[in-house]
């Protein structure tokens, strides 16, 4: 291993964040208190049905109602495990399989408050990670100043730098990367042709022999399939688990 690779500390220790990286989600229209309220009042009402029904001996309503009190509970615990458990888990694993050297340049399309970012950056000790992003309500608390103390927490801000900017029109030069990730934002993009030309600004920052991973909960096929048409031939898609929902 050449001395600028990140130690196997630094590997294992990758899923053990200091940062607040926030709840995603889409809170544009309501707030992330709303949808808790929300979240909580469907629940309550439902196990208040099971209760109810249960009184009144109506057996089959009350499992019914019990049984969709449950799977909301578990759609809901899953969700949050994801956000602030399990994409970081994942990643870590991701990263760790990379091989980095610890000297390349890697951008995160989408960065927020850095979850994806400052991970890579911590494999980082002479390379740069970049974070680019337009700072939406995808993210509790999102914007450069949540990702730039973040930064702080990790000890990686010597190494990170942030833009903003859409992911759709990429202010870097041609050939200037050697990683582009993104994890969690082609698919707020709603516009196909949008999300297309995400993918072409991400070919085209990338050097030649570089490397795109991209995690999101849909559209995969239709990114793997433009990475393709965009030359990268071995552009594969695979599962992440349930730990990303
Ligand atoms: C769900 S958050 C995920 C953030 C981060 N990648 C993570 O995993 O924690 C989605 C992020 O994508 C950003 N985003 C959405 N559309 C974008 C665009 N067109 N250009 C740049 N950033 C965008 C949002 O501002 C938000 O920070």
């Known amino acids: 291993m050449d001395d600028t690779a990140p130690t196997s500390d630094t590997l294992r220790n990758l899923r053990h964040r200091r940062g607040d990286y926030g709840v995603d989600g889409d809170f544009a229209v309501v707030s ?11 629940l309550f009402v439902l196990v208040a049905v099971a209760v109810g029904a249960a009184v009144a001996g109506s057996y089959a309503g009350a499992v019914v109602a019990a049984v969709l009190a449950v799977a909301w509970a578990l759609f809901v615990g ?22 980095l050297r610890g000297d390349e340049r890697v951008l995160d399309l989408g960065c927020g408050r850095g979850a994806l970012l400052l991970m890579v950056a911590a494999l980082l000790p002479r390379g ?15 914007g ?15 190494r990170v730098e942030l833009e903003t900017g859409d992911i759709t029109r990429l202010p870097f030069a041609d050939a200037s990367f050697d990683v582009v990730v993104s994890n969690l934002v082609l698919h707020n993009i709603s516009d196909a042709g949008a999300r297309r030309a995400a993918l072409d600004k991400a070919v085209r920052v990338l050097r030649p022999g570089g490397r795109v991973l991209i995690g999101d909960l849909m559209h995969t096929g239709e990114y793997r399939d433009r990475l393709r048409e965009l030359g990268l031939t071995d552009a594969r898609r695979r599962g992440l688990g349930p730990r990303m929902w």
């Open 144 to 158: 450069p100043e949540a990702t730039r103390r973040n930064a702080e927490l990790e000890g990686v801000a010597d």
């Open 78 to 99: 899953s969700y949050l495990y994801t956000t602030l458990i399990g994409k970081f888990r994942v990643w870590a694993g991701v990263l760790a399989g990379l091989g």
């Open 32 to 42: 992330a208190r709303g949808q808790a309220v929300i979240v909580a009042a469907i």
């Open 128 to 142: 740069r990670a970049v974070g680019i992003d337009v700072w939406r309500a995808d993210q509790t608390g999102n």
